[in-house]
């Protein structure tokens, strides 16, 4: 069920979907199911991940909570948390490849991303959650969504296509933080870069940017943010064991 408030946007209100229909982004434990494994697991590592925030007590403006993650972490932490996401009509910001299956693509891609959204709700429910969800075009966000202590952008940034955008539209709503969390390339150096990374004989169409963490903290100084700290830590993709570097920007309005 959907209940519609704006223009600009929706609130979202679903049932629990069965476990069956459900795609998990992060590694869950469950009493029910168990470990569940998602695409990353984040559980020992969550803190370091959010940039060592204190959450406690703080408005969240969320974008991109896939399963939820991180939004049901942040509401255990203390904090009140709204989390957004385009709609489904939007999809993607696809990037556009020659003779590739753009239609296959899509079609297998929204079946995905159900599936994602589905856990969320699943676990919305198993954790009797008041994170609120609203569908909404990031880089439009109204004034009247709302106005956030805080706003977190993890791992989102590098598949959008401005990723300035998708920061501008959204900072103006954020009266005090902005933390965002990326990949991490050191090979890329110290300079505010933003790495264009699809190839044309390289068939993905889902990924954009590398950032330097440079890139993010100018960014951000330029939209009202001038106090920022660095952090870089590791998580466990799961389809390969692997410690992935990723980085954190945690940027202050004062």
């Known amino acids: ?63 991109g909570p ?34 590739f299956d753009m ?6 891609f929204t079946r995905d991303i159900q599936g994602v959204r589905n856990s969320f709700w699943y676990l919305h429910h198993h954790y009797r959650s008041s994170v609120r969800l609203l569908e909404a075009n990031p880089e439009h966000l109204s004034a009247d969504a709302g106005d956030f202590d805080v706003g977190l952008f993890a791992a989102v940034l590098l598949h959008c296509r401005s990723p300035i955008s998708i920061l501008e539209g959204c900072a103006r709503r954020v009266r005090s933080t902005v ?28 990924t954009w940017w590398a950032l330097t963490p440079a890139f993010v903290v100018n960014a951000l100084a330029l939209m009202g943010f001038p106090h920022a700290r660095v952090t870089t830590h590791h998580h466990k993709r799961e389809v390969d064991g692997l410690q992935i570097p ?3 920007v945690v940027a202050n309005r004062h």
Not at 67 to 93: C, K, Y
Not at 103 to 108: F, G, I, K, M, P
Request: with cysteine; proline share 8%.
């Open 66 to 99: 896939a399963s939820g993650f991180l939004s049901f972490h942040m509401e255990r932490a203390g904090a009140v948390v709204t989390a957004i996401e385009p709609p489904m009509e939007r999809l993607w910001d696809v990037v556009p490849l020659p003779g």
């Open 179 to 206: 933390i965002v969390t990326d990949l991490y390339d050191a090979t890329l150096g110290e300079l505010p870069v933003c790495h264009l990374l699809p190839r044309p004989n390289i068939p993905q169409v889902d």
């Open 103 to 108: 239609a296959a693509w899509r079609e297998q």
């Open 246 to 248: 990723m980085f954190s």
């Open 1 to 63: 069920m959907s209940t519609a408030t704006s223009s600009a946007w929706r609130q979202i209100q679903r049932e629990a979907p069965a476990f069956e229909a459900c795609t998990f982004y992060h590694s869950v434990g469950l009493p029910s199911q168990g470990l569940v494994r998602g695409y990353w697991d984040l559980r020992p590592t969550v803190d370091a991940y959010l940039g060592g925030f204190d959450f406690a007590g703080k408005s969240v403006l969320e974008v």
